[in-house]
């Protein structure tokens, strides 16, 4: 299986935190710094207006955003990030219908060996064309994906798109051989997550997150389905797909896992509606490190979970 | 302990199971050999859907890996087809090495898929959909840039194949003889909403659509081409419409077969040492495609082999579909009938159709799209035939309430942006109602006073409403309309506006999408809804017979006694001594005891029996005459006076108009029939002044008046225009017929419409608008090449066995 194999290396995202509403200001709820004691104690005295740096801006503008470029920009942790060896962010805000619930910023290290890819795609003039995308290393793959569109239906994003629903591909680079897959193999991106990212405006937006197999997004991914058409009023979510490089393939047809509202990690996001990042917790699913859980919230229900574990 | 020897022809998935209940209840006694002509051992066979699409790869759906077979010590003779079963030596042969002896042998050769033996089937590039060679190849089809993909067959595996060709980067159509998607596990609602989600991926669906040839070119697939003449490039295709049970093997050996391999309760076929499992067995006449049943199968062949006694007893099944993002279920029967109920619920916001068929007070089926979330629990009270009249009235909402609006046309306005037009008549937006609304004018006297909206024509009366609805929310109470039906709460104008505005180009889309709480309608809405769709959307709808009414279902009105009357159409009221003899003939023929000449210039001849219909309209069209139309909503007759040719007083050639008119205008549907006249001079012996449309010739031209009504109401016409020639004349009569069609409420003759919506508006774009009046000709001409066929013609060559009475049991009884 061509997952993101299972050995001590470094991972794409350096950090991720969660950003929450509180009396007019965003602050911090949660947080997974690894070792950068000195920006996580920073970001923990931090606290973002809207408008304000990249989690305020993207409250403001209501879309997610990539930032590639610190200095001299509206980040306000510039130094801090520069220190910690930082240089690029990811601001996806977690609105539900007109409501900001959180902003999830992830943060990545610049530097020419790590690969992956964190992109956003857009509607436009009935297509999905890339706004931005942080790549690392995956310089080609970069240009390409800049040059390429996605009709609905079509391709990961394309798919994401047209289902209004996660979608977790596999074999990214062997299984595709049109242009981008072909370029994608050869960056060596193996699992690809996307997912919708609901605006208030109703303009359309799909991220998805490219893992390699040397410097991985994540080791396991989950999708959950959690939309009442799928198992009705009882406030829980059923996994409908999933990867782990420790336990292999995670969906089971004839048995279905399911998490309800405030039991386990999945449960929190479930009940509270706000993404989740934990680290070094006992207990974590399969002995990983740490998690990120992030809701997406749909015709005025919470409708999925998507989980990266690390 | 002495191991007995089992050989296993077929890794799939039901023999797969059969040895993990067989190792679980005797680990260590069988020595088994497995063949299996695929190069693989047991893989989830159903998963390969989303293989193809990318989101599953195939190391994930093996179920069965190289471990497992060592671990349970199976020789595994795979990529191998046996070629023989010697049931008097009990061995198998396969294609290398020695034949294997058995103690007990177990068939498990899966199905075929079928091919349609079309010319061409046999080309490079048409494939099946069975195993990871065909999805390899699909998934190879769609590393060109560009490439197109058809495939035929529009039921489960066709549709994941579609949607997993989409995901890869395919241009996809698919090809479906029956009228809609899935129609053996859905009805035609949860079809149309299906076919909807797969539109919505890119994927084009074509339904009632018959392949006639696969086009290629150097032994390659290029196109396939259908009935009609329409060609769908292609550089693969895929054939997924259904399999066989793959009996061959046993019928050699001598086996009893039928569709599939002769299984009992046991499993076991006709020789006691040899069983069956699977998609080739048959039992008790049925065979198996769903994977629950083969399961079930292959726990009893397990039992069986280490000498339990278990029977197989067939259950319910249910089924979906692996396309991500289409949530559907379906179990059980749901076919309408008399003794069968439905419960039925829509919430067209959310996409979701529910339907639970009842008999004797027992869920005997469910089809469910876009909310499955209580399916389980429908299937459970299915499966247990629990009686439900306790809890009927609130069942369809399930264990638990789920709510949901039916969409209101207020949600229709509300999303119209603000430069929509509101008022056509005087060119009022949503916009500008909304800034009147905003400064002070607070109901529709004060809006129209300020805007003009609404104050022409008044169609548009209700929009202003709901606009005034929308921006001023609870402060603002809108008038209650009538609606069409205890199906609707929407009122025919809300439907008329809504079909155009929304596109809903079938009947299961206005019951989907307008939140119809009937399953398909009734008698009263059905007619209405029918005419509005053929009405405005001729290409992409076509009538349905069954949504009208016997007369117009017979294409002959029907009398007292039973019989029917037959009128010819006598274009403008002219005959010929030809016509008349065959007219003549034909009473004669079929004893006709009624000869009337009708008030609109016709013959009509009255108490011709049902039976005879078919041949006696044969005999008129031999004779060149076409049905006269005497029982439709549509162009009744063109009356008219001798005109000009022969009246001393006559100013035009009134009867040529009268020709020309009809001639343009039959076989069209309008909201109701639709009369017309020609007369010659003001003298009038035509009676066009008391017509739906009449033309009174003068000697500078054409006076053309409209809304003149001489039934229950008596009303003369208005004055539509003065032309002065022949040819605006017809013009304008297409186009105000036109206009009544697109426009006038089902059942409104065009006085009523007229006097609702003002003969200003309907100058304006009749008489004024000269672009309008050519686009109206245009939409009613294009109308025209689909409806103006003759019935009689279509229903004498065709449809004539449907006119034969039933048989007559009483007199059977007495001979």
Known sequence: MDLALDAPTRTFIEVSEVWVPENDKLVLAAGNYGSLENFASISGNESFAKGEGLPGKAWAEARPIVLKEFEGSYFKRTEAAHEAGLTSAVAIPVFDGELLNAVLVVLCADDNERTGAIEIWRDKDDALMLEDGYYGAAKHFEWVSKHTHFPRGQGLPGGVWASNTPILMRDLGSGYKFIRSDSAGKAGLTTGLGLPVPTPSGQEYVLTLLSARGTPIARRFEIWDARAAKVGKANEAVLIDGICAREGPLWNEESERRATAWQGLIGRVLGSGVPVVESKVPGLTAGYDSMVALPIHQNGELSHIVAWYV | MNRKKLVVIGAGMASGRALEHLFAAEPHGWDVTLFNAEPRGNYNRIMLSPVLSGEKAFPEIVTHDDAWYEEHGVTCRFGEKVTKIDRAEKTVSGEEGEPVAYDKLLVATGSNPFIIPLPGHDLDGVIAYRDLEDTNAMIDAAAAPGSKAVVIGGGLLGLEAAAGLKLRGMDVTVVHLMGHLMERQLDEAAGYLLRKALLDRGIKVMCSANSKQIIGVDGKVKALMLEDGTELPCDILVMAVGIRPNTGLAAEAGLATGRGIHVDDHM?????????????????????????????????????????????????????????????????????????????????????????????????????????????????????????????????????????????????????????????????????????????????????????????????????????????????????????????????????????????????????????????????????????????????????????????????????????????????????????????????KYNVPTIHVTGGQRIDLLGVKGEDLPAIWADLNRAGMVSGHAYSKGLRTVKTCVGKEHCRFGTQDSSGLGIKLEQKLWGAWSPHKFKLAVSGCPRNCAEATCKDLGVVCVDSGYQIGVGGAAGMDLRETDALAQVPTEAEAIDVTVAFYQLYRENAKYLDRPYKWIAKVGLDWVKKRVIDDLENRKALIERFELSQTIYQKDPWAEHASERADAYQPLASLNLQAAE
């Open chain 2, 268 to 588: 076991l076929t006709s020789d006691p040492d040899v069983l069956a499992v699977g998609e080739c067995v048959e039992h008790n006449g049925a065979v198996f495609g769903l994977v629950a049943p083969l399961y079930d199968q292959a726990k009893v062949v397990a039992q069986t082999l280490i000498g339990e006694t278990a029977h197989f007893v067939p259950k319910e099944v249910s089924t979906k579909l692996k396309v991500t993002g289409c949530d559907l279920f379906s179990a059980g029967d749901f076919e309408a009938g008399e003794d069968r109920e439905d419960i039925v619920f829509r919430d067209p916001g959310r996409g979701v159709y529910k339907r639970l068929i009842l008999k004797d007070n027992r869920i005997i089926g469910a089809v469910m799209y876009g909310d499955t979330a209580d399916s389980s629990w429908f299937f459970g009270l299915m499966k247990d035939e629990q009686d439900i009249s306790e809890m009927r009235e609130t069942l369809i909402f399930g264990p638990a309430y789920q709510g949901g609006e039916p969409l209101d046309p207020m949600a229709a306005v509300a999303a119209l942006p603000a430069d929509a037009e509101i008022c056509g008549c005087n060119g009022v937006s949503k916009g500008d109602i909304v800034a009147a609304i905003e400064g002070g004018a607070l109901d529709l006297a004060a809006v129209r006073a300020k805007t003009k909206a609404s104050g022409s024509c008044g169609t548009c009366t209700g929009l202003v409403e709901q606009v005034l609805g929308v921006t001023l929310g609870d402060d603002f109470v809108i008038p209650a309309a009538q609606s069409i039906c205890g199906c609707t709460e929407h009122s025919h104008e809300d439907v008329r506006r809504l079909i155009k505005s929304q596109e809903l180009k079938s009947q299961a889309a206005v019951w989907q999408e307008l939140g119809w709480k009937s399953k398909d309608g009734c008698h009263v809405c059905r007619p209405a809804i029918n005419y509005y769709l053929l009405a405005d959307w001729p290409l992409e709808y076509r009538d349905d017979p069954q949504s009208r009414f016997i007369n117009e279902r017979k294409h002959a009105n029907i009398q007292k006694d039973g019989t029917f009357s037959v009128v010819p159409r006598m274009f403008g009221g002219m005959t010929t001594s030809d016509e008349l003899r065959a007219i003549a003939d034909a009473a004669d």
